[in-house]
């Protein structure tokens, strides 16, 4: 029998994953979740022997039950090689008395790389499976990472197209180098005039535009999205909880059955919700901490139960999570209403009318397992250059947030849970805030001069994806108003207005 997945706006209508996977949005605006999260069925005595390839298998099968054991098995062959340079794919460090988990070995340095090597194989393999003859355009808001991972596993991929809009002024200089020199001809990269909600927005409206939908459609496309909205994105994303759960218990940092607390570096909400549902599959997770930076919208709704993104949007030195408007929180909501479509459909359209919701106290008490935090950028900078002098460890912003809100549970909570920290950045992506939180003296020096400077504090060797964009030609130049979002689609896939 096949797990079903139905948006969280309507319970009526039922699709299999491949289905969703293909969509991306619900027509309703809703987001795919499965009808029920399913129970691992390998114990964690057999699962800490497993590769990560082994481990994606386990878990994606469980969730991914209407593709066929090989077309898994090959999606997850061709996402988690070489393009890693590290073969645990994910491994864990020992910070203090914190364990890290490393998620930017991949191509872009970024966490998002663990769920976007593998998207488009899930695509491509569920666009074959449903006949599909159209071209996937593939339309994505960026805050910084996801864009460029996204093209990375895009690149060329026969019979689709990706287009991605990033907020202009509102991502690192790195990030928005990696993205104007990337390759392939079926990619274009457009800086919004606005910021990442202006951007995750426009695209959502887009999606939901049925005029635009029907002129794809004589031109011979169609739209998916790789955003985080997509259940192909998240489900990935399960998988490194229980490999580190595994593998703490495989290295005796844990006994079996040893409740671990989570800490998240969080903007959409993606990541942190996967590690849910790793707990909801069986994984011992006792706290689930979302951390927040400025832009502290759920670290209020974690406190006061209502969710209000009517406040200035803060540009902060941890710029992927600049972000009010956390889009994964619907799954969630849906969730601890009891999967209640309409309570949902009834919150979200207060969000979007608003931009202020409140649940009720019996939907608040079902949040116990998640404690909000935040960090300052003073916190966040003072993270980075305490956990440098005290053990010689670099990390970027976005885990530095992380890794602060940590350490503040663990003394307000003084009882002995060990700690995971997930660590979704390399700090050679975010060079000038790394390196100025560690000496004021590089506040001065040119970002990429930093590369060296870092390389030699830090022993970490220069990524590939660091090296290859130093000097590499800018390919993409389009700028475009929030307005004209729908006219710049239409000009890159070449369809009359
Ligand atoms: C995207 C991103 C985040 C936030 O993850 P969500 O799944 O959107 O909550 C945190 N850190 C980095 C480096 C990111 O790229």
Redesign the pocket.
Known sequence: MNLMYKSTRNASRKVTASEAILKGLAEDGGLFVPEVIPQLDVSMEELKEKSYQETAYIVMKQFFTDFTEEELKNCIKLAYDKKFDTEEIAPIVKVGKTYHLELFHGATI???DMALSILPHLLTTSAKKHHVTKDIVILTAT????GKAAMAGFQDVKGTRIIVFYPKGGVSPVQERQMVTQKGKNTAVVALHGNFDDAQSGVKTLFEDLELQEKLAQSGYQFSSAN?INIGRLIPQVVYYVYAYAKLLNQQQIVNGEKINVTV????????LAAYYAKEMGVPIHKLICASNDNKVLYDFFETGIYDKNRAFILTTSP??DILVSSNLERLIHIISGQDAIKTRELMGQLKQRGVYEITSAMKEKLSDFIGGYATEKDTAKMIYDTYREVGYVM?P?TAVAAYVCQKCQEEQENSTKDLVVS??SPYKFLKSVMTAIDEKYCQMDEFDLIEELNKISDIPIPKAISEIKDAKVLHKRECDVKDMKKTVLNILEIEG
């Open positions: 970024a966490f998002k805050s910084g990472d996801t985080s570096p969080t903007g959409n909400f993606g990541n942190i992927s999570m970027d976005h979704t950045a």
